[in-house]
């Protein structure tokens, strides 16, 4: 649950009763955009599955997710790197 977690990580000491809906609407847009990418590099790699590799490369082919993600590991494998 997000209000949940907000509360109990101490980001603030005062949560209006929106603020958890809109950021669970912020991250369920963020995921859909990362999938429809995904999804796009499995059709151009003719895969069947998106592994998470495809997700990955999805993330850091993109400049503006590269650089939300950038200290993130998603795979331990290099795209691009065979």
């Known amino acids: 649950e997000v209000e949940r977690?907000?509360?109990?990580?101490?980001y603030t000491q005062r949560l209006s009763?929106?603020?958890?809906?809109?950021?669970t609407?912020?991250?369920?847009?963020?995921m859909a955009q990362i999938l429809e990418l995904a999804g796009?590099?499995?059709h151009n790699n003719?895969?069947?599955t998106i592994t998470l590799q495809l997700l990955d490369m999805?993330?850091?082919n993109k400049a503006l997710?590269?650089?939300?993600?950038?200290t993130t590991?998603?795979?331990?494998?290099?795209?691009?790197g065979d």
Do not use: M
């Not at 977690?5 to 101490?10: C, V």
């Not at 997710?65 to 950038?70: A, E, I, V, W």
């Open 58 to 60: 999805a993330v850091h």
């Open 73 to 80: 590991t998603i795979s331990q494998v290099v795209p691009g």
């Open 46 to 48: 003719i895969e069947r």
């Open 40 to 42: 796009k590099e499995a």
């Open 5 to 10: 977690s907000l509360k109990e990580g101490h």
């Open 65 to 70: 997710l590269s650089t939300l993600f950038d």
């Open 25 to 30: 609407a912020v991250i369920e847009h963020l």
């Open 17 to 23: 009763p929106s603020v958890p809906v809109f950021l």
